[in-house]
């Protein structure tokens, strides 16, 4: 258990071993995903919808690899749960992973989506969809969309 301004937040499962994913000329590595149940305190429960919040977090770690201006737009990364909620990344909550990528760079955040019909407890994989990569001048796909079950122990 974690407990920060926040709240009170436990770690009931995670995936630490989730192979590299290239598209184009990115790669992109997922350090964790988490399914963490947690007590917010009373001055954050409007922000988090009640005092109770059940959530998915993807720490994501995006390498462009080479010196085109492209594409890839992790922080709008869709999932769908074994337990058969489709979701989209809380903004308010989620770090911006940027879209647009100059030259050689890498980039760091983590998604978080907020379970609306379930527990994390009961959540055994994720599946993560991302948009293909696209070039910024022509919005070209440049490579595929990634389509990734990702399990959850």
């Avoid at 749960?81 to 979701?87: D, F, H, N, R």
């Avoid at 978080?112 to 009961?122: F, G, P, Q, T, V």
């Amino acid at each position: 258990t974690i407990e920060n301004e926040a709240g009170a937040f436990k770690l009931l499962k995670r995936n630490s071993d989730v192979e590299p994913i290239t598209t184009g000329p990115f790669t992109i590595t997922i350090p964790q995903v988490n399914a963490v149940s947690g007590t917010v305190k009373e001055q954050y429960a409007e922000s988090f919808g009640g005092e109770n919040v059940e959530y998915i977090q993807i720490d994501m770690d995006i390498t462009h690899n080479n010196e085109e201006n492209n594409s890839l737009y992790a922080n709008l990364a869709q999932i769908t749960t074994s337990t058969g909620e489709q979701l989209d990344p809380d903004m308010l909550f989620s770090e911006n992973i940027d879209g647009d990528f100059v030259g050689k760079v890498s980039k760091q955040g983590a998604n978080y989506y907020i379970l609306k019909n379930s527990k994390a407890e009961d959540v055994e994989w994720v599946r993560l969809l991302i948009e293909a990569p696209t070039s910024t001048e022509g919005f070209e796909p440049i490579g595929d969309k990634v389509d990734v079950q990702i399990p959850l122990n």
